[in-house]
């Protein structure tokens, strides 16, 4: 996880900071890089016309080009702030990927109950991977600090989480993976947290997780 604080439409400088970053990391040493939510071009946008020059094609833009795609996936639960101007994905995805096994995806207000207003424990995002049987769950977030301290926050997440600690398969463990991201943006304050959580049968490790205003890099071995 790379955990910073983007600022507002500034995609290249965004860029250039997270490219410091991990400038002491050589290539193999990270098989996968989690970034926060709208990373590169911050989050908070008023509407369809204030974030259009940010916009890009799924195939040539910036961040791809930054990147190597693997699998695109669209926000299936929106947060009021990206109701402005979004529209909700299909739906949750897993898929197989060579050397990680089964990875499913999420970004953010997906963990949480759809609109916030579905039963609490429904806990679908959880779910879901609890019937696709994924191994690797990465979740890119824009997430709000609230009065909870970190492990506050971590409790909230793993409680999310719950369907996967009561019904996960015996011996088989899956694995949490949030990056968030810091700072102040627009009056909104983010809660960083970043973290990576083992979870197997009745059983929830926080294997690493960062504090709520460090900017760096978190590394974790979890296969």
Known sequence: ??????????VESNMALVDDLLK?????????????????TGYVFNGIEEIKPYLEDS?????????????????????????????????????????LGKVGFGICMDINPYQFKSDFFECEFANYHLEQETEIMICCMAWLKSETAE??????????????????????????????????????????TSCALDISRESVTILEHMN????GVMITDIL
Not at 212 to 215: R, S
């Open 24 to 40: 002491d990391y050589k290539p193999g040493d990270i098989q996968v890089l989690v970034l926060p939510e709208m990373a590169f």
């Open 59 to 99: 195939k040539t833009g910036p961040t791809v080009n930054w990147s190597k795609t693997q699998e695109t996936y669209q926000k299936s639960f929106l947060y009021e702030t990206d109701e402005r101007w979004a529209i909700e994905g299909p739906g949750f995805v897993s898929v197989k990927i060579d050397k």
């Open 151 to 192: 492990k506050g926050l971590l409790n909230y997440w793993a409680l999310r989480l719950l369907p996967l600690y009561n019904k996960i398969k015996e011996g088989k463990h899956a694995y949490f993976i949030a990056c968030n991201r810091t700072g102040l943006e627009r009056g909104k304050q983010f809660a960083g």
């Open 212 to 215: 709520h205003d460090t900017t």
């Open 1 to 10: 996880c790379c955990q910073f604080d983007p600022k507002l439409g500034a």
